[in-house]
């Protein structure tokens, strides 16, 4: 994977308010200079599904791909860098962190 800095799996706690039951999950963490967060996503949710990113569906189809991007490598003066969008793709749960952290959930049934 092009850009990325750290590779865990972990069996995490699922931190996005959902209440479906969860298997492991796969986080990734990148360097949003080098790495489109867009990119990014649909590498840790390859990982996750066991698939190969061209095998994945449009990202587009899930989330305003332009939006993820801007609001990702935007700067903010306080310097949270845990502020973070989640959104739902591939049967998964996504979790994309201003950081650079990508997190990916499977849900299972």
């Known amino acids: 994977m092009s850009g990325t800095n750290v590779r865990e799996h972990a ?5 996005s308010g959902a209440s479906s039951s969860v298997s492991s999950s796969v ?3 990148y360097d949003w200079a080098n790495v489109e967060p867009t ?3 649909v590498e840790t949710t390859a990982a ?8 994945l569906d449009v990202l587009h ?3 305003d791909t332009g939006a993820l991007n801007a609001f990702l ?10 502020l973070r969008i989640s959104f739902d793709y591939q049967g998964c749960t996504v979790i994309a962190r201003q950081g ?10």
Not at 100 to 109: A, M, S
């Open 11 to 15: 069996d995490e706690a699922h931190d």
């Open 27 to 29: 986080t990734t963490t």
């Open 39 to 41: 990119t990014a996503v």
């Open 48 to 55: 996750a599904t066991g698939r190969e990113p061209t095998d």
């Open 61 to 63: 189809e899930a989330v």
């Open 73 to 82: 490598r935007s700067s903010r003066a306080d310097g949270d860098e845990d």
């Open 100 to 109: 650079g952290r990508v997190t990916v959930y499977p849900v299972d049934g």
